[in-house]
């Protein structure tokens, strides 16, 4: 399997939840009785994602926490619109990536390749990679909208016990 195919194949499971992955065995969280997702496999997988970038994927630790978290029925809606509304245009651009970064690295071994073709490439590159972080971003911009000051401080915690670094 390409990188490309199972990079493709990740943020499919991760984000596809209107194909629903149903309740049914422990780790997946029904929402109002709605589709679900397996959250502790779509941590294990954003977490080779965010490699592609610097702003960690949160959405996974809050869902897989929501109960921790005291979230409600309407901040649990408002995650998941923002879900529906960006995820499509989310899997795009970072399939994009991909493409563009086997690209580069195919290109780059070629001597008939130019410095200036390659910094075009890269150009492109970091250009969607700035488009990946405004939806991620957006989702950080929603998470603190929905929380209140008590689920921020939760949170908080939660990253420092799951390995994030905070001042």
């Known amino acids: 399997m390409s990188a490309s195919s199972t990079f493709f194949t990740l943020v499919v499971l991760y984000f596809s939840l209107s194909s629903g992955i149903f309740a049914t065995e422990e780790g997946k969280y029904p929402v109002n009785g709605e589709d679900s997702i397996d959250w502790n496999l779509a941590q294990k997988r ?63 071994l070629s001597p008939e390749t130019s410095e200036e073709v390659l910094l075009a490439k890269q150009e492109e590159i970091f250009r969607l990679h700035k488009k990946v972080l405004r939806y991620q971003l957006s989702c950080r911009r929603n998470i603190l909208d929905t929380f209140t000051p008590e689920q921020w401080d939760d949170f908080r915690f939660l990253l420092i016990e799951n390995g994030y670094e905070l001042d």
């Open 46 to 108: 954003v977490s080779m994602l965010s490699q592609m970038g610097f702003h960690p994927f949160l959405m996974p630790l809050i869902m897989k926490n929501r109960d921790l978290l005291n979230l409600s029925k309407k901040q649990i809606k408002a995650f998941m619109d923002w879900r529906n509304k960006y995820r499509v245009p989310l899997i795009h651009a970072m399939n994009q990536i991909i493409n563009e970064r086997t690209t580069f690295q195919r290109i780059a």
